[in-house]
C-alpha cells in the first residue's frame, strides 16, 4: 500500500495546546506509513523552527485579512493539495477547519478530519458554516463528550491529547520560595489579571512567587498591573519558554485560572511533573480531573484554596501522584498518536473504496 499524504492544517503556530497537539503528531507518526506534512495560514511563527529542526515539512502561509491575500493564499493550498496528493486533511482549529472544507469542494475525494482543540468557536456565523458543511467531514475529533456540540457529525470520536511522560522529572528539586506557575497565552481567556490581583492579596501574608509563562497580546497591559501593583518581587512574566520541564520541576503548584479550555496539555504537563493543581472547572477538564487528583476551584475561591496549599502541601502532594500515575498510564503519546494514525488510515481505505468504485 502507497503511504497515505496527511495535511496538517493549522491557523498559526503560535504558543498552544493545539501547535503542541500538530507537532507530537508531526514526529511521532510512523513515518514508514504516513507523509505528514505542516501548513499554517497565519505568520504567527513562534514554534516554526521546532518543527523545522524536527525535520518536518512545514510551511507557512503567513495570512493576511485583505481579500486578495486570502485569495491567493486559498490558492496556493489548493496547488499544495495537488501537488503532494493529499488524501487526508486533518484541520485544527475553526479557521483552519473552515479552510478544510473550502479545499473538499476543489478536491472532492480528500477526506476531512478535524479537532477544535476549544469549547469556542467565538462566531456564531462559524459554528453556522461548520453545521451547513458538516457532511462534506470524514471524522471530527474532541477529547471530552462535554464538547459536542450541533455543529459536530455524528461519527465524532473521543481522543484526549498525550504526552512523552519521560521529557518530565519528578525529582522534587523546589525553588527555595513557594512557586506558582501557570503557563499559557497572555490572552483574556486564559485569566491571568485575576490570579496577578490575587498575588496582590496575598503580598506580604507568605513568601511566594507566581511565574507566568508565554507570550500574547496582553504582555504589556499586564505587565502594568504588576508595576502599579508593586507585584516585581512576586509574580514574574516569563514569556515563551523552551524548558517548561524544568520549571515545572522547580515550581510547587500549577495554575490554570482559565475561562473555558478544551483539554489543555499544559495538564498533562503539570501532572507529568507531579505538581498539585488548581484549576477552574471549564470545559473538558471535568473529564481529566477530578477532587480525587487536584483542586476544582472557581476563580473567586482560588486564593482560598492557594493558600490552604501553601499551609498543608503534603495532602495535595498525594493528589498529585494520583495523577502523574493516571498520566502515566492511560496519555502516552504513543498511544494517541497510533489513534490518529488508525483514523487516517480509515479515512484513506474510506478513499480508495470510492475511487475503485468509481
Not at 495560514?41 to 485579512?65: A, H, P, R, W, Y
Request: proline share 2%.
Amino acid at each position: 500500500m502507497k503511504k497515505i499524504n496527511v495535511l496538517q492544517l493549522i491557523t498559526g503556530l503560535g504558543i498552544g495546546g493545539a501547535e503542541k497537539v500538530v507537532y507530537d503528531i508531526s514526529i511521532n507518526i510512523d513515518k514508514d506509513k504516513f507523509n505528514n506534512y505542516v501548513v499554517s495560514l497565519s505568520k504567527q511563527n513562534d514554534m516554526l523552527k521546532e518543527f523545522i529542526d524536527s525535520g518536518t515539512s512545514v510551511i507557512s502561509l503567513n495570512k493576511k485579512k485583505s481579500l486578495v491575500d486570502l485569495f491567493c493564499m486559498f490558492i496556493r493550498l489548493v496547488k499544495f493539495v495537488y501537488e503532494k496528493d493529499i488524501d487526508v486533511i486533518h484541520a485544527h482549529m475553526s479557521h483552519s477547519i473552515i479552510v478544510a472544507t473550502l479545499l473538499k469542494i476543489t478536491k472532492p475525494k480528500i477526506k476531512i478530519i478535524t479537532t477544535s482543540h476549544s469549547l469556542k468557536m467565538e462566531s456564531l456565523c462559524r459554528e453556522i458554516f461548520l453545521y451547513i458543511f458538516k457532511f462534506l467531514r470524514f471524522k471530527d475529533i474532541i477529547f471530552s463528550k462535554r464538547m459536542v456540540r450541533f455543529f459536530y457529525i455524528k461519527d465524532y470520536e473521543v481522543l484526549p491529547n498525550g504526552i512523552d511522560v519521560s521529557r518530565y522529572s519528578i525529582d522534587k528539586k523546589k525553588n527555595n520560595r513557594f512557586t506558582f506557575i501557570s503557563i499559557g497565552r497572555l490572552e483574556e481567556v486564559k485569566n491571568h489579571k485575576d490570579i496577578i490581583r490575587i498575588a496582590y492579596e496575598m503580598k506580604g501574608r507568605f513568601d511566594f512567587e507566581l511565574q507566568i509563562v508565554g507570550d500574547g497580546i496582553l504582555r504589556c497591559e499586564l505587565q502594568k498591573l504588576i508595576d502599579e501593583l508593586e507585584l516585581n518581587d512576586n509574580v514574574k512574566l516569563l514569556g515563551f519558554r523552551k524548558d517548561i520541564p524544568l520549571l515545572l520541576n522547580q515550581a510547587h503548584c500549577f495554575l490554570l485560572p482559565s475561562l473555558w479550555e478544551g483539554m489543555p496539555i499544559v495538564l498533562l504537563e503539570a501532572a507529568a511533573s507531579c505538581l498539585p493543581i488548581i484549576s477552574t472547572p471549564v470545559g473538558g477538564i471535568k473529564d481529566f480531573l477530578d477532587d480525587t487528583n487536584a483542586t476544582l476551584s472557581s476563580i473567586a475561591n482560588f486564593k482560598q484554596e492557594m493558600i490552604k496549599m501553601i499551609n498543608n502541601y503534603d495532602a495535595y502532594l498525594v493528589k498529585a501522584n494520583k495523577l502523574y500515575l493516571k498520566v502515566k498510564n492511560e496519555y502516552s503519546i504513543k498511544a494517541i498518536v497510533e489513534r490518529h494514525e488508525r483514523i487516517y488510515l480509515e479515512a484513506f481505505q474510506k478513499t480508495e473504496s470510492i475511487t475503485c468504485a468509481g
